[in-house]
T-cell receptor, first 114, second 113 residues
Framework: DGGITQSPKYLFRKEGQNVTLSCEQN?????MYWYRQDPGQGLRLIYY???????QKGDIAEGYSVSREKKESFPLTVTSAQKNPTAFYLC?????????????FGSGTRLTVV | RKEVEQDPGPFNVPEGATVAFNCTYS??????FFWYRQDCRKEPKLLMS???SGNEDGRFTAQLNRASQYISLLIRDSKLSDSATYLC??????????????FGGGTRVLVKP
């Protein structure tokens, strides 16, 4: 079955560490996105990529980095510069480049700073 | 002002009743609209798109009012399984090419026996 796979499901990070969240899709979608969700709040866009080897900052990109070397993969690195990284991270993809179609989401990664 | 605003609720609904709630958006250039459902600690899932003429999917009816810049979702004959957070999603044009989906904070619905 086609879909988006995020791993790991739960991740614990020590202060000062960089961690990388994986996102892989086999839907042949061009566009991919990373969102962050804090408890009781909506989703906020971190980064998005409309095509391989290109990506753009979203609304809250500081302290995060991404790469898009393959169409199927869009990993997110949470760097030590991100001061409050504890959140639920969601990866999504869409068939069009964000134009009018709904997104398919992965099941998310819960990141906790310990 | 937030780009997409929703009443966070919760809306406490007796089983079998009808519940409706709105979502307002600020960008008049927004082109497409969606309702997503999110269960506790799960990813959002597309419930339905919202068309200009309004559309219905079983017990769910979505409406769009472009003049007043809001969309609505109505749930008839509420089931216990309808308990969830409903996210309003608006497609907002980017300054460069393309669009992005912007999410409201969600409206929580609790259906009780």
């Amino acid at each position: 079955d086609g879909g988006i796979t995020q791993s790991p499901k739960y991740l614990f990070r020590k202060e000062g560490q960089n961690v990388t969240l994986s996102c892989e899709q086999n839907l042949n979608h061009d566009a991919m996105y990373w969102y962050r969700q804090d408890p009781g709040q909506g989703l906020r866009l971190i980064y998005y990529s409309q095509i391989v080897n290109d990506f753009q900052k979203g609304d809250i990109a500081e302290g995060y980095s991404v790469s898009r070397e393959k169409k199927e993969s869009f990993p997110l690195t949470v760097t030590s510069a991100q001061k409050n990284p504890t959140a639920f991270y969601l990866c999504a993809s869409s068939i069009e480049r964000g134009i009018g179609y709904g997104y398919t989401f992965g099941s998310g990664t819960r990141l906790t700073v310990v | 002002r937030k780009e997409v605003e929703q009443d966070p609720g919760p809306f406490n609904v007796p089983e079998g009743a009808t519940v409706a709630f709105n979502c307002t958006y600020s960008n008049s250039a927004s082109q497409s609209f969606f309702w997503y459902r999110q269960d506790c600690r799960k990813e959002p899932k597309l419930l339905m798109s919202v068309y200009s003429s309004g559309n219905e999917d079983g017990r769910f009816t979505a409406q769009l009012n472009r003049a007043s810049q809001y969309i609505s979702l109505l749930i008839r004959d509420s089931k216990l399984s309808d308990s969830a957070t409903y996210l309003c999603v608006v497609n907002i044009p980017l300054k460069a090419a393309g669009n992005k989906l912007t999410f409201g904070g969600g409206t929580r619905v609790l259906v009780k026996p």
